[in-house]
């Protein structure tokens, strides 16, 4: 099958509109005869849900949390992006539009990242009216702050739980649906597949995660909204139960998996602690608006404070290296985040890492306590040279700007960034790859959409800081509503769908035989130990710099270990009841297969772009280097073994702007 | 650190549960105290036992998923944190722990420490929402100011991450400081003034149908907050319900 993006003809700043006035339309009558299944509730699942039944569709939401406000979006920091030049520092959709497809090193669509950049103003406006409050100036109008990877504040915030915020007034717009009845809304329910009939997606197949019970759900499109698949690593800042099974079982039915590859290593998170670590946290990019990162200049001082013979404090300015504004001046600790990572695994690996493992950074506040601090002395007509009072009004400002990241880091590390450097280190964060989608969102398979971080469309090899949640509700709230309908359309006179039909039975009885299999192995490891044995494979092998002979390796072990899980696996309990083994060792199987096809992406992809690093391909000073000839989207058709998988092609043209070598100097 | 824990074991909602003592060894200060409980659990399955089952999923103190009643208080002895942010250097070698799920008529047991939340959620659906839909032309986010006073204010009660604690450490299992922090977050904005009036009543009545006892102003709630949301939001939420109601 040739891929087919349906990118909409017409100059590039016309498209959306000109698409939108030519999709069909669904009357209200005939909404209420049209069921719409939503997977997931973060931002982009829960905005879609609320939204399509605004417009009158029934809708089913299925959740795995207990409940819809719990979805992984509500732990993201730092803020949303939109191209409001509120702060009239020179923003439009164009430059929105420009860095976003720069700062994703040139792997993105043009189409889509220009509606992105287009609608992101919409957001903000919807999230005000829906009462998210985000942070103001004193005369009362929105703030704004920087982000990486870009030249001006265009970030939207709401102190360091943007996310929660946001993910809440979604929630407060599905909630005003559930009580309308508009949305049925199914917690604690795990998605297992998804039922094709004559081609069309027509429903899944549910676990109710508390009684155990396999449900029948149809309806006339289905909507994936089920995040991305960072857990693959097993460490991730995703949470707990994030996972990729509802994408992977669209893709074993026919949706083409994207990119797989492009995974975004996140610079500033708190280093990894002990072999009992379940997860990693992550500290706001946003603090590198004030942060500097810095390692020190002599080996014999990395050493000494590796064995904590000597303190940070204690190295004079000039020994101290401050690797990003060395490197990077124009853009010092602000540059995007996959530059950013792997300049501070080039320190690390050079022997200049600062905490017991070697694996750390430094990430100072001093010099940003001691600016704010003077500022406000002034301001109040106090004494700038005063030593204490500049530090104790210094902290005051810092601690309003970023005092609950410095709480969570002193509650998990024991030590108080506000006199001492925090120590970050990279880990494993957002996927950029997933479902491929065309311009209406709609995968491989006709009725199946996908949407937010579950698609693979608008971040190319790299995502943008404060980027995700402006995708997702993008999509949720402005893109699926509109281009659903034109599908949906199609639909009018079927009537209800029928759960009683082979196919259905079908997938029913191949989710059966999983679990049984699982419940009646009895084998002698519990799902963890396979999960970090895959996590140390994909980190060691696939992390934030690739080679062949790694990749190669990577899949046989994989492919070795996923034999072995199936051989080994123990998951204690019933199928008929409260099993949380038993639902982590699903999830564990679909990240076995789509660990493989990683690597094979990964191999097959002989360039460095963006998050995606091979050690074979890069410029003389250690920069990524892309190549015209990769100049495509990596979409892997299901074939049984993931080594079997088809690549298809889809290429990435560029009409409006220039593909060139990315500088952040 | 060796430690002896107490835990609350229930099969499901339907059978009596028991405390069962699990010794545990080998204990890092640096672990949260969900680490610790996956040690045991780890422990228990490769033994042939059930895991323990608990709620729990960002890790990060967020989700509002994990609870527990730690030695008799929500989210366990530290302050401002969440159960997966309680660390075990919290904890002294030697130590015993007693850990429960979170107690209330409205909250039922699933299984062993997971309780069922579900009312809260449906509060939410009585108004806990501003009803506009989603268009492409609502009005630009700067064209009614908000002072930042207010929307600090309200970014304070809106921060509840719907955890259940206040619940949980009420001796009337009173709902009202998770109620007054949404109430009080729409009440602050002028978003929120339209249908402050049906709000109020819609969500108070809700509360008071599943089962939630009243305040009577002990004030533990706001001590066992993780996210210290304040008694304020309580007094907010009656001075509105007592306005909703005069006007009728």
Redesign the interface.
Known sequence: MALDSKIPKGPLADKWTSHKNSIDLVNPANKRNIDVIVVGTGLAGGSAAATLAELGYNVKAFCFQDSPRRAHSIAAQGGINAAKNYQGDGDSTYRLFYDTVKGGDYRSREANVYRLAEVSTNIIDQCVAQGVPFARDYGGLLDNRSFGGVLVSRTFYAKGQTGQQLLLGAYSAMNRQIGRGKIKMYNRHEMLDVVVVDGKARGIITRNLVTGEIERHSGHAVVLGSGGYGNVFYLSTNAMGSNVTAAWKAHKRGAYFANPCYTQIHPTCIPVSGDHQSKLTLMSESLRNDGRIWVPKKLEDAKAIQNKTLKPTAIAEEDRDYFLERRYPAFGNLVPRDVASRAAKERCDAGFGVNATGEAVFLDFASAIIRYGKEQAHVKGLDENNDDLVQSLGKEIVKSKYGNLFQMYEKIVDENPYETPMMIYPAVHYTMGGVWVDYNLQTTVPGLYAIGEANFSDHGANRLGASALMQGLADGYFVLPYTIGNYLSNDIRTGPISTETKEFEEAEKNVRQQIDQFINNKGSKPVDYFHKRLGKIMWNKCGMARNEKDLKEAIEEISALRKEFYKEVLVPGDADEFNEELAKAGRVADFLELGELFAKDALVREESAGGHFREEYQTADGEAQRRKEFQFVSAWEYKGEPKDAQLHKEELVYENIEVKERSYK | MKLTLKIWRQ??AKNKGKIVEYPIDGI?P???F??ML??LN?K???E????V?F???????????CSLYINGEAHGP?R??TTC?L?M?KFKDGDTIFIEPFRANAFPV??DL?V???A??RI???G?????????N?????AI????HA??E??DA??C??CGACVASCKNSSAMLFVGAKVS??AL?P??QVEATDRVQNMVAQMDLEGFGNCTNTGACEVECPKGISLENIARMNRELIKANLKG
Do not use: W
Not at chain 2, 56 to 62: L, P, T
């Open positions: 099969k499901n890092s640096d672990m949260s969900l680490e996956d040690v780890q228990l399955i490769t042939g036992e059930e895991p089952a709620d729990h999923d960002c890790r990060e103190g967020i989700c509002g998923s530290d401002r944190v942010q660390h250097r699933i299984k997971i069922d939340r579900s809260f959620d939410q659906h009585a806990g929402f501003i009803s506009v839909n989603t268009s492409g609502t009005q630009d986010g700067n100011p908000i002072s930042k929307a600090d309200a970014m809106a921060t991450i719907g977050q729409y904005l978003q929120g």
